[in-house]
């Protein structure tokens, strides 16, 4: 429940980073600049230096005599294998691995730096001790058993995943076998057609799924650094196809997929779009009001829109807010913000003005260095030491289907995040209005993930106390991703929720109570309590005006 890991705590990369961290990038000079840091405090106080290597030394020497001094983190799955505690040498060598990693985060929290110095060295030597994990080498007793078993093969298949990954990949393991999904025959399968295209969005209406639906329609608003179809996976995790069977009428927005002739597409540009997209919907439908649902950075533009529409005086356009792990008060206090100072930022928005977009690329790298242990050497092994493919899993497939973002846009969110705008009346100026959120009166329902490293649980709770309106907030039992593919029946999920929204999110979570089970249900209830009466089901999609253009998924989803 701590923002900086406590001294002494088990430390992962996901401890130092967040959305700010891939939006901005890391510079590999900061990286370097942490090492030189470390090098010279090191000659300045070869005493401190001196006794935490004889105190490793020490712990060395009572390993090689066959003494059990660590133990691994039991959700570390890297050394569940029996042979790394049964077999001596190999039990010395995780033991000296462990003592290496227990005596550096002890020199570092020993060593007087300055707090944002001792972040900093934590994060590069975390990433570091993973890199020079044992089970990142050949000598890796699941690496032997496949080699022995395959007689050799797994060794020159590794070696071809290798090549292919460096020539094709960036460099980084592959996490998924693309070839086993394809958009719109085996993930975003939903029946339906798009009814809009402008230049920034297609707006897909879905083919309805019940008897009866209620008159009032869902848009879901997804973020522009992925594509939609998170949204609408495998038809078991489908929320397109739960909301649909439960009688809502679904719209979702599916963005285009920028290149640099876009560069000057800003939030703006797509508070704009976004609002023509609701009204194409009040006007398929025949509602004065639309249910709005956003995630992450579309939660972002969601919110923009109604401040924008409050300051227009047309917020009864909007029946109610979803919000799903999105950021408005954008204050994180993690050691992440250490990298991102001025001139980071800057250096940032030249790189994504220069090529008039911000690589999906970059991002993806980031985020698969904030648990390299799960999304990089876990691949490594997989891959490269047991020469297997990557599993076929629709969720890593979406998250590998990479978008950019125009630099504009980008700008925008680097400013976000450095002047946190929206936690003060008229900080943020969308469409040439000043928002401000307290005044929009909508009721919103918001959820956050307790493991989420990205956009941290207790800035999603800030950002749903700057909102007006009734508000209801939920704590899931996942990360950024899982928190919203929760379907019922899932037997890992679980949340808290607490009636009393307290401006402290620790006391929240104090008093809240702990619930078995998935949160869409809750949502449900909610929002067909604000979708208006039940009617009979209108088959047609799109009408008179906004006829059926392509069929669902649409033509910008296929964009790469």
Not at 28 to 42: E, K, Q
Not at 124 to 147: G, H, M, Q, W, Y
Not at 331 to 345: C, G, K, N, R, W
Not at 439 to 467: E, Q
């Amino acid at each position: 429940m701590k923002d900086k890991p406590a001294k002494g705590q088990a430390l992962t990369a996901a401890s130092f980073m967040n959305a700010q961290s891939a939006i901005t990038g890391l510079r590999g000079r900061d990286l370097v600049s942490t090492l030189r840091s470390l090098g010279r405090h090191s000659l300045l106080h070869p005493l401190h230096t001196a006794r935490h290597a004889l105190s490793l030394g020490s712990q060395l020497g009572r390993v090689l005599m066959g003494d059990t001094l660590h133990q691994p983190n039991p959700r570390d799955s890297r050394f569940s294998d029996p042979t790394w505690s049964l077999n001596p040498f190999y039990r010395r060598g995780l033991q000296a691995y462990l003592s290496w990693q227990k005596e550096v985060r002890t020199w570092i929290d020993d060593s007087g730096l300055p707090d944002d110095d001792r972040a900093r060295a934590h994060f590069v030597f975390t990433l570091l001790n993973d890199a020079l994990s044992p089970t990142n080498s050949l000598l890796n007793p699941l690496a032997l058993k496949e080699l022995f078993n395959s007689g050799g093969t797994s060794l020159f298949k590794g070696l071809g995943h290798l090549l292919d990954d460096l020539r094709h990949n960036d460099g980084l393991p592959r996490q998924v076998t693309r070839e086993a999904f394809e958009v719109g025959k085996t993930v975003a399968t939903t029946p339906g057609a798009v009814v809009f295209r402008n230049e920034l969005l297609e707006l897909i209406q879905y083919k309805p799924m019940s008897e009866k639906q209620y008159a009032k329609p869902l848009l879901i608003v997804p973020p522009q650094i992925n594509k939609y179809y998170i949204f609408d996976l495998s038809p078991g995790n489908s929320f397109v196809q739960y909301a649909l069977k439960n009688g809502l009428q679904v719209f979702t927005i599916s963005w285009r997929n920028p290149d640099p002739r876009h560069r000057e597409w800003g939030l703006s540009t797509y508070v704009q779009a976004l609002e023509e997209a609701l009204n194409v919907c009040r006007a398929i439908t025949g509602a004065r009001e639309v249910n709005l649902m956003g995630a992450c950075a579309g939660g972002l533009t969601m919110a923009a829109l109604q401040g924008v529409l409050q300051a227009k005086r047309q917020l009864r356009r909007v029946a109610s807010a979803t919000y799903l792990v999105s950021l408005l008060d954008s204050e994180i206090d993690s050691p992440a913000t250490l990298f991102a100072d001025e001139q980071a930022l800057e250096a940032a928005k030249r790189r994504s003005y220069q090529h008039g977009v911000l690589d999906g690329r970059d991002m993806a790298r980031v985020f698969a260095w904030m648990r390299p242990n799960d999304l990089i050497w876990n691949y490594f092994v997989n891959n490269y030491l047991l020469g297997k493919a990557p599993p076929a899993f629709d969720v890593l497939y979406w998250n590998n289907d990479n978008t950019r973002l125009p630099a504009a846009l980008h700008g925008d969110l680097l400013d976000f995040f450095k002047h946190n705008p929206l936690t003060h009346a008229g900080g943020l100026e969308v469409c040439g209005t000043p928002i401000d959120l307290s005044k929009v009166t909508v009721d919103s329902f918001s959820v956050a993930g307790i493991n989420d490293h990205i956009t941290p649980w207790d800035a999603v709770y800030r950002s749903t106390l700057l909102l007006g309106g009734e508000r209801r907030f939920i704590l899931s039992n996942a990360g950024h991703v899982q928190s919203i593919l929760n379907p019922p029946g899932n037997p890992k999920a679980s949340y808290v929720e607490n009636s009393r929204l307290s401006s402290d999110p620790r006391a929240w979570y104090y008093d809240a109570k702990h619930v078995e089970g998935s949160w869409w249900p809750q949502w449900l209830d909610c929002i067909q309590a604000r979708s208006g009466t039940q009617r009979e089901t209108l088959t047609a999609l799109g009408n008179a005006n906004y006829p059926t253009l392509d069929p669902a998924p649409g033509t910008y989803v296929l964009v790469r």
